[in-house]
Antibody, heavy 123, light 109 residues
Framework: QVQLLQSGAEVKEPGASVKVSCKASGYTFTTSAIHWVRQAPGQRPEWMGWISTDLGNTRYSQKFQGRVTIARDTSASTAHLELSSLRSEDTAVYYC????????????????WGQGTLVTVSS | EIVMTQSPATLSVSPGERATLSCRASQSVSTNVAWYQQKPGQAPRLLIYGASTRATGIPARFSGSGSGTEFTLTITSLQSEDFAVYYCQQYSTWPPEEAFGPGTKVDIK
C-alpha cells in the first residue's frame, strides 16, 4: 500500500532553518510528483511547492520563494523540504502529498498524504 | 486567482441524518474539484476527485456533485466517524496556490 512517512517533530528558534523528509513506499517513487503543503493551527491547508521526482524540477509558491528548497533522493525514495529564516508564523504542520492525474481532465490532485510533521518556531 | 469558499462554516447534524456541504469557486474550474476529510491530529484524506468520483475505499454514503463553480458533498446517514472538517480543493490551475476552501466542520448535534 502507498505510504508517505515523514520525519519527526521539530522545535526551532526564529531565524533558523528546518528540514523535513518524506519517505515513499508501496509504489515507484519516480512515477508521481511530491507536493509540500502546510497547515497552521485552525487554518486551511496551504500549498508550498512541488518536485517532479523523475527529473527533479521544482516550483515554489510565491509566498515562500527564496526561503524554501525542495529536493529528492531517488535512491532513497525520499523527498525533502527545507525552510529557512523561520519566524513564529511558520509554526504549522507540514505535509507531503503525492499527486495523481485526473484522467478525464488531465489535471492533478493529491491522493496520498504523509502523517504530518509539526514544526514549532519559538525562542 | 480562483477563490474557493465553503458553506456553512459549521454544520451540526445528528447521527443517521444527511449532511450537505457546499463549495463555490470564483470562476469555472470544470470538474477539477477534490474533497478531503480531516480529523483532529490527522492528515487530510481524499474522499472525492473529479467532483464526483469516490476515491479508493471511500464508503458509498459519500457523494459529490457539481461542475463549473458550484459543488456539493453529501454524506447520507452520518456515522460517528464522519464528524470532522471537510475541505474542497480546486486543481484546475497550476500551481495550486490558494487552492483550498476554508473548510466546513461537521459536528454532533
Amino acid at each position: 500500500q502507498v505510504q508517505l512517512l515523514q520525519s519527526g517533530a521539530e522545535v526551532k528558534e526564529p531565524g533558523a532553518s528546518v528540514k523535513v523528509s518524506c519517505k515513499a513506499s508501496g509504489y515507484t517513487f519516480t512515477t508521481s510528483a511530491i507536493h509540500w503543503v502546510r497547515q497552521a493551527p485552525g487554518q486551511r491547508p496551504e500549498w508550498m511547492g512541488w518536485i517532479s521526482t523523475d527529473l527533479g524540477n521544482t516550483r515554489y509558491s510565491q509566498k515562500f520563494q527564496g526561503r524554501v528548497t525542495i529536493a529528492r533522493d531517488t535512491s532513497a525514495s525520499t523527498a525533502h523540504l527545507e525552510l529557512s529564516s523561520l519566524r513564529s508564523e511558520d509554526t504549522a504542520v507540514y505535509y507531503c502529498a503525492r499527486d495523481r492525474k485526473d484522467v478525464l481532465t488531465g489535471s492533478y490532485y493529491f491522493d496520498y498524504w504523509g502523517q504530518g510533521t509539526l514544526v514549532t518556531v519559538s525562542s | 486567482e480562483i477563490v474557493m469558499t465553503q458553506s456553512p462554516a459549521t454544520l451540526s447534524v445528528s447521527p443517521g441524518e444527511r449532511a450537505t456541504l457546499s463549495c463555490r469557486a470564483s470562476q469555472s474550474v470544470s470538474t477539477n474539484v477534490a474533497w478531503y476529510q480531516q480529523k483532529p491530529g490527522q492528515a487530510p484524506r481524499l474522499l472525492i476527485y473529479g467532483a464526483s468520483t469516490r476515491a479508493t475505499g471511500i464508503p458509498a454514503r459519500f457523494s459529490g456533485s457539481g461542475s463549473g463553480t458550484e459543488f456539493t458533498l453529501t454524506i447520507t446517514s452520518l456515522q460517528s466517524e464522519d464528524f470532522a472538517v471537510y475541505y474542497c480543493q480546486q486543481y484546475s490551475t497550476w500551481p495550486p496556490e490558494e487552492a483550498f476552501g476554508p473548510g466546513t466542520k461537521v459536528d454532533i448535534k
